[in-house]
């Protein structure tokens, strides 16, 4: 693929999270994935799912997604997809329908590895809200490394097959401090959190070499390996130098949240100047490394009207917007942003939104205002995007 990616993440279709689809919480106290297969009596739970992996995502989204000239899916998947990790059920055969309406409507896929076991991360989207324990346990490591290889086997000669990205955002010290996952998402179970913390970079990179040996050998030399960057965008350059790696990319993840809560002010001018520094910084790093912006949104406290406190969302905290601007405005800010953030995102390989749709109704809640902007189904049909 030599043209620049323009992709979105099928998130919330294979990988849940409650603040994208908070009808499949319907009922209980589950906040993440992990417990939302222990709150639900097994039928409703299988049912529940069953449901919502034939209607989320179809067809005609893969339609929609050609009309839109998007030429890449990012589509995240849990560790037990191959169903063997019960209670939780597989969805092997959801993915390769995506495969083959992806194939069908001209789209490559990159197939990301979103949750592990007992988390890399500690956020609800690594499965289980509140715990990040699984580089501590040599056998669900190894256990990663095969759903990395069956993977790698089962999808290596589908022709939409553009690359598998070995995990989704593992933690290391630098976002940790930041985060503070352990603050942000609270634990259901703190006797099962305990001893949380973050992966350290040799543990990572050690993981990222033995996952890459393991796959390069099964995949077709013009197949992608994609190394997430750890929130550290320029802590690889050297691991990089004395790896000889081929067909790898690096996946960073950019959103204005993170700089807001990094001190960066929420009006457009401060997003832009931060956005002038991302390119810098990327086109330093793509000296060394392809690098592409695997998410990112439009989403702002700016344009929501309210200080979001880094992207804290309605299903952790009430939000009541103060500063709504008007349909016109709305439209500026957004293409203002959308149109810096891709010729940003485009001094590298290209960029994937996150996400591609919500089910969440943030016309009928008030609560959930400005939070549209995560949504790329939505930013088309407002002409926030083009």
């Given at each position: 693929?030599?043209?620049?990616?323009?992709?979105?993440?099928?998130?919330?279709?294979?990988?849940?999270?409650?603040w994208?689809t908070?009808?499949?919480?319907?009922?209980v106290v589950?906040?993440?994935?992990?417990?939302?297969?222990?709150?639900?009596?097994?039928?409703?739970?299988?049912?529940?799912?069953?449901?919502?992996?034939?209607?989320?995502?179809?067809?005609?989204?893969?339609?929609?997604?050609?009309?839109?000239?998007?030429n890449?899916v990012?589509?995240?998947?849990?560790?037990?997809?191959?169903?063997?990790?019960?209670?939780?059920i597989?969805?092997?055969?959801?993915?390769?329908?995506a495969?083959?309406?992806?194939?069908?409507?001209?789209?490559?896929?990159?197939?990301?590895?979103?949750?592990?076991?007992?988390?890399?991360?500690?956020?609800?989207?690594?499965?289980?809200?509140?715990v990040?324990?699984w580089?501590?346990?040599?056998?669900?490591?190894?256990?990663?490394?095969?759903?990395l290889?069956?993977?790698?086997?089962?999808y290596?000669?589908?022709a939409a097959?553009?690359?598998?990205?070995?995990?989704?955002?593992p933690?290391?010290?630098?976002?940790?401090?930041?985060?503070?996952?352990?603050?942000?998402?609270?634990?259901?179970?703190?006797?099962?959190?305990?001893?949380?913390?973050?992966?350290?970079?040799?543990?990572?990179?050690?993981?990222y070499?033995?996952a890459?040996q393991?796959?390069?050998?099964?995949?077709?030399?013009?197949?992608?390996?994609?190394?997430?960057?750890?929130?550290?965008?320029?802590?690889?350059?050297e691991?990089?130098?004395?790896?000889?790696?081929?067909?790898?990319?690096?996946?960073?993840?950019?959103?204005?949240?993170?700089a807001?809560?990094?001190?960066?002010?929420?009006?457009?001018?401060?997003y832009?100047?931060?956005l002038?520094?991302?390119?810098?910084?990327?086109?330093?790093?793509?000296?060394?490394i392809?690098?592409f912006?695997?998410?990112?949104s439009?989403f702002?406290?700016?344009?929501?009207?309210?200080?979001?406190?880094?992207?804290i969302?309605?299903?952790?905290?009430?939000?009541?917007?103060?500063?709504?601007?008007?349909?016109?405005?709305?439209?500026?800010?957004?293409?203002?942003?959308?149109?810096?953030?891709v010729?940003?995102?485009?001094?590298?390989?290209?960029?994937?939104?996150?996400?591609?749709?919500?089910?969440?109704d943030?016309?009928?809640d008030?609560?959930?205002?400005?939070?549209?902007?995560?949504?790329?189904?939505r930013c088309?049909?407002?002409?926030?995007?083009?």
């Open positions: 693929m030599n043209e620049k990616l323009k992709g979105v993440n099928l998130g919330g279709w294979l990988v849940l999270e409650n994208m908070p009808n499949l919480f319907d009922g589950a906040e993440d994935e992990y417990y939302l297969a222990q709150d639900l009596e097994k039928k409703v739970y299988e049912a529940r799912m069953e449901t919502h992996r034939n209607e989320f995502i179809t067809e005609a989204d893969f339609i929609r997604l050609a009309q839109a000239k998007v890449i990012r589509i995240p998947v849990p560790y037990f997809i191959f169903g063997d990790r019960p209670p939780f597989g969805c092997v055969a959801h993915l390769d329908r495969f083959n309406w992806a194939k069908a409507y001209g789209i490559k896929v990159l197939i990301d590895l979103h949750t592990v076991p007992n988390s890399q991360n500690g956020f609800d989207n690594g499965g289980i809200s509140g990040c324990k580089g501590q346990d040599e056998a669900e490591v190894e256990f990663v490394l095969s759903v290889t069956r993977l790698a086997q089962r290596r000669d589908h097959l553009w690359g598998i990205e070995l995990v989704n955002e933690i290391t010290e630098k976002m940790w401090g930041v985060m503070k996952p352990l603050e942000r998402y609270q634990a259901r179970d703190p006797k099962l959190a305990q001893g949380s913390r973050p992966l350290t970079m040799a543990f990572l990179q050690d993981f070499c033995k890459y393991q796959l390069r050998e099964i995949l077709l030399p013009d197949t992608w390996i994609v190394f997430h960057d750890a929130f550290e965008l320029h802590a690889w350059k691991f990089f130098a004395k790896n000889n790696f081929s067909q790898v990319m690096l996946d960073t993840h950019q959103y204005l949240m993170i807001e809560m990094d001190g960066t002010e929420q009006n457009i001018g401060a832009l100047a931060y002038d520094q991302l390119g810098k910084e990327i086109a330093e790093v793509a000296c060394y392809p690098v912006v695997g998410e990112w439009l702002n406290s700016y344009a929501a009207g309210t200080d979001t406190k880094g992207g969302n309605p299903t952790q905290e009430e939000f009541t917007a103060t500063n709504r601007l008007s349909s016109a405005a709305l439209i500026e800010v957004y293409q203002t942003l959308w149109q810096k953030s010729a940003t995102w485009n001094i590298g390989e290209g960029h994937m939104y996150w996400t591609y749709k919500l089910n969440i943030t016309i009928n008030p609560a959930w205002y400005g939070w549209d902007s995560w949504d790329f189904s088309l049909a407002k002409g926030w995007i083009d």
